[in-house]
C-alpha cells in the first residue's frame, strides 16, 4: 500500500506526493501534521517509537543552530513551520505491509 493510500482518509496526517514534473526516489518518507495536530507531535512520536516504529522529527535547520544564528538569512518562516509539521518515517523496503 502506497503511504499516502493508508492516509488518505486522514483529516490530520497528509503526505508530501511529487509534482507533475519530478520523480521522486522515496528515499525519506515523511507525515505533515495539520496544524491542530502539531501541538500533540512530542506524544506521537513517544506512541510510535513505543509500538517499535523509530519516528523522529526532522533535523534541526542551519539557521537554528547556535553557530548559524548570526549569519544571513532570507525568510525561513516555512522551514520554522515545517520544523513544527513533519515526522519522518522509517522508510525501507523490508517494512512490507507493517504500517
Given at each position: ?59 534541526i535547520p542551519l539557521h537554528q543552530q547556535t553557530m548559524y544564528t548570526r549569519c544571513p538569512r532570507m525568510d525561513l518562516s516555512v522551514t520554522d513551520n515545517l520544523v513544527q ?15
Open positions: 500500500m502506497a503511504l499516502s493510500a493508508a492516509f488518505q482518509d486522514s483529516e490530520y496526517i497528509s503526505c508530501f506526493m511529487e509534482s507533475t514534473e519530478v520523480r521522486s526516489n522515496y528515499w525519506l518518507s515523511a507525515l505533515i501534521l495539520d496544524a491542530s495536530t502539531q501541538q500533540r507531535m512530542d506524544a506521537l512520536l513517544a506512541l510510535t517509537n513505543d509500538e517499535g516504529i523509530m519516528t523522529r522529527p526532522l533535523w509539521s513533519v515526522i519522518n518515517i522509517p522508510s525501507s523496503a523490508s517494512l512490507g505491509g507493517r504500517l
